[in-house]
């Protein structure tokens, strides 16, 4: 049995001492061995042009699928970090509450560990995509944008088209044709979202107090019971 994790603990990020690690980060699951090679980073002035050209050649010799795959999850990242997903998940489980410190930064772990959960998740279809070959040809970001707004709602921190659109350099109209395709080539069900599943996060936002978002919750929800809103 091999254990891909790291040699032992390092504390390096909290002191000046030197990483004592040797074997890096551990191996990325989605990546076919792609991630345990080694890489050649581009620096400045003179030795820029070789250190592309090196760069190029290496991408080149990598397989497609774990091209693909590597684009895609550089995607997944920037986006969720354009989209602010470790704040709207902490604001889920503090809001305005006035809660102890501890207990925000108990939450804010808790959000951090939600959006691992998150770029997993996207990942892991993603990847199911690939594999799946449903979606050859169609543009790489807008898959992996599709991925993300499909992870988002299946954790329970559901965002737009036009939020997902916005964090991304694809149109929502792209977007949009590989969420359907994604959703049919995997068979994937997804709970209907409402305007009331972005009510604390929007009102959280505003930094309105948590009576003013449950209030707003309850009546976003009644407009759906009545019908007077559609979705």
């Known amino acids: 049995m091999v254990d891909v994790g790291t040699e032992w603990r390092s504390f390096s990020n909290e002191n000046s001492s030197a990483d004592p690690s040797r074997v890096g980060a551990p191996e990325n699951p989605f990546l076919g061995g792609a991630d345990l090679t080694t890489s050649i980073a581009v620096g400045h002035g003179n030795s820029s042009t070789t250190g592309h050209s090196l760069a190029n050649t290496q991408r080149k010799n990598m397989s497609t699928e774990d091209r693909q795959m590597s684009q895609g999850l550089g995607v997944i990242r920037e986006m969720s970090a354009r989209i602010h997903l470790p704040k709207s998940i902490e604001s889920r489980f503090c809001g305005n509450l006035g809660l102890h410190h501890n207990i925000q930064a108990a939450a804010t772990r808790i959000a951090k560990k939600a959006v691992e959960l998150d770029l997993d998740g996207a990942a892991k279809i993603f990847k199911d995509v690939l594999d799946s070959k449903a979606l050859r040809g169609k543009n790489n970001e807008a898959q992996a944008a599709a991925c993300l707004y499909i992870a988002c709602r299946k954790e329970g921190v559901p965002r737009t088209f036009k939020e997902i659109c916005a964090a991304s350099r694809v149109s929502k109209k792209e977007i949009g044709r590989c969420f359907k395709l994604i959703i049919k080539s995997l068979e994937t069900s997804l709970e209907q979202i409402t305007s009331a599943d972005f009510m604390s996060r929007f009102c959280g ?15 976003a929800k009644k407009a759906v019971e009545l019908d007077l809103v559609a979705g």
Request: proline content about 0%; charged content about 5%; hydrophobic content about 45%.
């Open 205 to 219: 936002n505003l930094g309105l107090h948590h009576n003013i978002q449950a209030a707003a919750t309850r009546i």
